[in-house]
């Protein structure tokens, strides 16, 4: 594991390392005060916390080479981000769902919906003495979801962990409590690998959570916080949050039966598996296939085909231009999956879309 200023100083870049810290709500995105200052044009987004720290370094260096540009990202979750972005306060908007077809009819307008990027979510626990790699099935993790499963110590547990000292505690179920694409991809998983779930449940960025020990934590990094203060505490975390807060997480049963982390290769088998991604066909949750991490999810971009602002408009084509194709390789180095080059081809082209002369 490197070292969490290590791994800061990877995220941002020595010079902003500091501002990578959890439970931020507003950021700068990677442009320190010098920048700031000196930056003749600022454009603004809202939205998925999933996308925080790929953003906060790919528009870091994007600003290194533009520096009379600025970009400020508030990381409050794609269901804010959603809302921010149909009352056109913001110039982008970023899910990790796409907007449904009612959501985008209450925004009245032309909305184009741009994939950015790849990502996994690790299960992450708290357990005195026990560090990564508990294993879990797909069905564990739903029951314990469903509330079926309430101690670490049960048996369900323990068949799947010979050796393991697992303690006779209770387990804290740790839920987002905004609205959160990152939900939607958990339940879309949940949805998938149990029809009690499915029926009882289903998916969205806002659920009703049946376990009785649920509680809530407002964004990636509000989860991971609930999780590592509290022992008995289970939760879903994208990577890159689980990695800069060394936190142990779980081996996850894929549809195959093997046990997989969430890392680069394995959310990349999964994407493998739908290579027409479309705002309307984009789920990769449990893929078929040996090698498929089965909790993978594509973040999106939300952008106006006509922007309120065509000088403003021209500089977000710009920067999200280069973020689907040449900022793409920034994403491996903060554990994000780079869009395939398919991929970036069709986010491209809708870019292109947008109305800007």
């Not at 040996?290 to 909790?295: A, L, T």
Request: glycine share 10%.
């Amino acid at each position: 594991m490197v070292p969490t200023s290590a791994r800061s100083a990877r995220l941002l870049g020595a010079r902003q390392a500091r501002l990578y810290l959890p439970g931020l709500g507003l950021i700068g995105l990677a442009l320190g005060a010098a920048n700031q200052a000196r930056a003749a044009t600022q454009i603004t987004g809202a939205g998925s916390t999933f996308d925080y720290p790929f953003f906060s370094k790919a528009f870091y260096f994007y600003s290194q080479k533009h520096e009379d540009v600025s970009v400020n990202y508030q990381s409050i979750g794609s269901g804010g981000g959603i809302q921010q972005f149909t009352a056109k306060t913001v110039d982008f908007g970023a899910s990790d769902v796409p907007m449904n077809a009612d959501e985008l009819a209450r925004a009245h307008f032309a909305v184009l919906q741009v994939p950015v990027t790849l990502g996994g979510e690790g299960i992450a626990y708290t357990l005195p003495g026990i560090g990564k790699g508990l294993h879990m099935t797909r069905a564990l993790i739903a029951d314990i979801y469903l509330g079926r499963i309430t101690k670490w110590s049960d048996p369900a547990i323990a068949r799947l962990n010979p050796g393991v000292r697992l303690p006779n505690l209770a387990i804290t179920v740790v839920h987002r409590s905004d609205g959160s694409g990152t939900t939607y991809i958990f339940t879309d998983f949940l949805s998938h690998v149990s029809p009690e779930w499915k029926s009882k449940v289903g998916a969205g960025k806002s659920v009703e959570w049946p376990a009785p020990s649920s509680i809530g934590g407002k964004g990636n990094e509000g989860v991971a916080g609930l999780v590592r203060q509290t022992p008995g505490a289970i939760g879903y975390v994208e990577l890159a949050y689980l990695l800069e807060n060394s936190m142990p997480y779980a081996l996850v049963e894929n549809g195959s039966g093997k046990y997989l982390y969430p890392d680069i290769s394995s959310v990349a088998a999964a994407a493998a598996t739908k290579p027409n991604v479309s705002s309307t066909d984009f789920s990769i949750v449990d893929a078929e296939g040996p090698e498929c991490y089965p909790i993978s999810g594509y973040s999106w971009l939300l952008l106006y085909r006509n922007p309120p602002s065509p000088a403003r408009g021209a500089l977000v084509k710009a920067v999200m231009s280069w973020l689907v194709t040449k900022g793409q390789p920034i994403a491996k180095t903060i554990d994000y999956v780079p869009l395939p080059e398919n991929v970036q081809q069709q986010a491209l082209t809708i870019i292109g879309e947008m109305q800007v002369a």
